[in-house]
DNA sequence: CAAATTTCAGGGCTACTGAAATAC
DNA sequence: CGTATTTCAGTAACCCTGAAATTT
């Protein structure tokens, strides 16, 4: 930053949240992309790992994804040979996608990548601090999770 | 949210932190949207504000925004008369940007719509965990913006 | 000459809407 | 019938790059 920040926008809980994320997604972004991937890839292989095969709206609802995004990113993971998508044989509307032995490696190497990321974005703070951002994030974000 | 999230997401502090992010930003978008305003233009008023007079380039520093997007958004506020850009006489490059008396208008009742925002994005914290919160992300904005 | 400024054209990523076709 | 799923087309906002024209 060349030049100083008006105080207006300084002083605004929300501004410095949206800045620091903006910072910490663009080193996240960077990391994936030397990796040949993109936030969504992350988010739909670590869904995928974590509650094996699934249709692609409950896909989207479990990384936050809208269903039209799901459609493209899985067109690219796909292609990349990273998931396969078969129509489900209980349900025509449904596609059942399956994450791939090559899906796992490149997951395994992403989640390397993004908790590399992590000591960039918090090195100022430390691991107590940390502990303590994180978990005051996480009650903001279950706030506005819930309905 | 309809179903659960990945632990591999939740776990991640850089995952809260920009969807936490993402949540803020969406509700200071649609409250700036319900004033005909969006965040870019608010920046760029506050930096006018606070900072008086300045070309086009500077506010971009100011407000961290890319000189290429602070060319339309001035676009858009020179169309609805909140600011005036006028050619500096003592520099051919540049021009003189400042804010009108509506604009000035404008940016108190973007400043009154933003500040409401503030409350219903930290409604679960405390005004302790709020300051603890805004000091940690002081921190981190800090030092990402320094080099 | 190099550097700064404005402008335009364009892209990337995340997030979202609306509509169609299909199947439950 | 209404609802759910997949897909496509398109939009908005923010962030960023490259290049041209102009001026310092």
Do not use: C
């Given at each position: 930053?060349?030049?100083?920040?008006?105080?207006?926008?300084?002083?605004?809980?929300?501004?410095?949240?949206?800045q620091s994320a903006a910072?910490?997604?663009?080193?996240?972004?960077?990391?994936?992309?030397?990796?040949?991937?993109?936030?969504?890839?992350?988010?739909?292989?670590?869904?995928?790992?974590?509650?094996?095969?699934?249709?692609?709206?409950?896909?989207?609802?479990?990384?936050?994804?809208?269903?039209?995004?799901?459609?493209?990113?899985?067109?690219?993971?796909?292609?990349?040979?990273y998931v396969d998508r078969?129509?489900?044989?209980?349900?025509?509307?449904?596609?059942?996608?399956?994450?791939?032995?090559?899906?796992?490696?490149?997951?395994?190497?992403?989640?390397?990548?993004?908790?590399?990321?992590?000591?960039?974005?918090?090195?100022?703070?430390?691991?107590?601090?940390?502990?303590?951002?994180?978990?005051?994030?996480?009650?903001?974000?279950?706030?506005?999770?819930?309905?």
């Amino acid at each position: 930053m060349d030049e100083q920040t008006p105080s207006v926008l300084t002083g605004l809980p929300s501004w410095l949240l949206t800045q620091s994320a903006a910072q910490a997604g663009r080193i996240v972004a960077e990391s994936f992309a030397a990796a040949g991937a993109r936030g969504y890839h992350f988010r739909l292989l670590a869904t995928l790992v974590e509650f094996g095969p699934a249709s692609q709206a409950a896909l989207g609802r479990h990384s936050s994804i809208d269903r039209s995004d799901v459609v493209a990113a899985l067109n690219e993971l796909e292609a990349d040979g990273y998931v396969d998508r078969i129509p489900d044989p209980d349900d025509g509307r449904r596609n059942i996608v399956t994450i791939t032995a090559a899906g796992r490696r490149h997951h395994r190497r992403l989640v390397t990548v993004v908790t590399k990321a992590q000591d960039e974005i918090f090195a100022p703070l430390s691991a107590t601090d940390r502990t303590r951002l994180t978990t005051l994030l996480g009650r903001l974000l279950a706030h506005h999770q819930q309905y």
